[in-house]
């Protein structure tokens, strides 16, 4: 019977939602894997686990050998539980995901959770009003939008850019 190796374990405030929202993060912003990289693969929490548990596979280089798994688990007080683990069916990392990935995940944690939100929040915004901005843009025939309208939009985008990178540079782990 296959079983997980936990190799490291850390207490967390905040909930398990708040784990998902940053390892999304992290799983959208990262950059192409490579062989040297270690690479979230996305959140892997099968059908039947309850709903305040999460978990997450981490494979270096996109390698189907070399797996970890990030265990999430939501407890009573309101803290959630974080566990870096091995499934005995596949190879480890190694320290590159126990220690390094692990703490470059937990420093990005420690930030104020506020002030991620509030980047959330804020490209949110941002991209709803490029979408309103677009479809008044759609709205005038090929060459006939306003110059305004057209300068609204490459602000707009211009600020998601910005906002993407903040969050990108918050959540990121950078394990080169």
Not at 25 to 38: C, G, S, T, V, Y
Not at 104 to 123: A, F, G, M, T
């Amino acid at each position: 019977m296959y079983e997980y190796e936990v190799v490291r374990e850390e207490v967390l405030p905040g909930t398990i939602e708040d784990i998902r929202a940053l390892m999304h993060e992290i799983h959208q912003l990262q950059p192409e894997f490579n062989a040297k990289r270690i690479f979230l693969q996305g959140e892997r929490t099968p059908p039947d686990y309850p709903t305040k548990m999460g978990r997450w596979e981490v494979t270096l280089g996109g390698s189907s050998e070399q797996r970890g798994y990030i265990l999430a688990r939501q407890l009573h007080d309101g803290t959630t539980k974080l566990q870096f683990a091995y499934y005995s069916k596949f190879n480890p990392i190694g320290p590159q995901f126990d220690v390094e990935y692990a703490d470059n995940i937990l420093k990005q944690y420690q930030q104020p959770l506020d002030e991620v939100k509030s980047l959330h929040r804020q490209l949110a915004q941002r991209r709803s009003n490029l979408c309103r901005l677009e479809e008044q843009e759609a709205l005038y025939g090929a060459g006939e939008c306003p110059l305004r309208l057209l300068n609204q939009i490459e602000i707009e985008q211009k600020a998601i850019g910005e906002l993407e990178a903040k969050i990108r540079n918050s959540t990121l782990p950078n394990t080169d």
